[in-house]
């Protein structure tokens, strides 16, 4: 069974940083054959894309409202993969879940295969 676990949320305030991991643990599962996907989902809101990165970490995809903030990286020795925010805004806070795609999940919530239960992110102003 799959299973990926986040971690790292909390509150922070406008301007902070926090890291998010996602462990991912499995009796077959490696996260080096799956590229790797970060949304999230506010109160009252869809889930919506925030990054993605191919298998070999060499691809990486941003949405554009985190571009420059956000940063996806994976350490597939650990089966982890990391999403760096800085410059937090108030419009950033939602359940962030990770997940993990046999193809190339991109930008898009069904290409995935597998999902976290989440980590909460709240920004105060």
């Known amino acids: 069974q799959v299973q990926l676990v986040e971690s790292g949320g909390g509150l922070v305030q406008a301007g902070g940083s926090l890291r998010l991991s996602c462990a991912a643990s499995?009796?077959?599962?490696?996260?080096?054959?799956?590229?790797m996907g970060w949304f999230r989902q506010a109160p009252g809101k869809e889930r919506e894309f925030v990054a993605a990165?191919?298998?070999?970490?060499?691809?990486?995809r941003y949405a554009d409202s985190v571009k420059g903030r956000f940063s996806i990286s994976r350490d597939n020795a650990k089966n982890t993969v990391y999403l760096q925010m800085t410059n937090l805004k108030p419009e950033d806070t939602a359940v962030y879940s990770c997940?993990?795609?046999?193809?190339?999940?991109?930008?898009?919530?069904?290409?995935?295969?597998?999902w976290g239960q989440g980590t909460q992110v709240t920004v105060s102003s």
């Open positions: 499995g009796l077959t599962f490696s996260i080096s054959s799956h590229a």
């Open positions: 990165i191919t298998r070999s970490g060499v691809g990486k």
């Open positions: 997940a993990a795609a046999r193809a190339w999940g991109d930008i898009v919530a069904t290409n995935y295969d597998y």
